[in-house]
């Protein structure tokens, strides 16, 4: 009499793996989605800082395209991620560009009270939605005159 497997007990084995496989790989992907939102909302507040930072130091307000991506290293680290255009920066879903998850915008219409405003953006999709959850939309108050930064 040899000794092996049964077809029944093989059978068993795979639908359990197939039962454990079928748990696991959406938490997994959630997992991806959930790196993914981090590294936006870093470059978010990386991107508020650095701007914020350099109109203070430089006493001068970013116009155009280049200007705003020579005062901001992660602008073009996450050129992938992030579209700017002249005043108005675009922080894109990693996964689908046309989702546009946060819009940053400098408000220079007070020049005495410049500021950064954060807005949510039309993406639907489920990084958008977490970024758009994790990061609030509070606007960034910088005072030119008196060399004030508030984050």
Known sequence: MKKA??????IFVIVIIGILASVALPRLSA???????AV???A?????????????ASNKIPTTTSEMKALSNTLNELSNFIVVNNK???????????????????DNSNISKIKLVLTDGT?????????QKLISNNNTG??????????
């Open 88 to 106: 108005v920066i675009n922080i894109i879903d990693t996964d689908d560009a046309s989702q546009i998850c946060k819009v940053l915008t400098i």
């Open 142 to 151: 910088i005072t030119i005159a008196g060399n004030i930064v508030n984050y």
């Open 123 to 131: 993406g639907t999709s489920a990084i958008c939605k977490g970024l």
């Open 44 to 56: 978010i507040q990386s991107v508020k800082i650095e701007i914020a930072s350099s109109i203070v």
């Open 31 to 37: 997992t991806r989605d959930d790196a993914k939102v």
């Open 5 to 10: 497997f049964t077809m029944i007990e093989l």
């Open 40 to 42: 936006l909302a870093q």
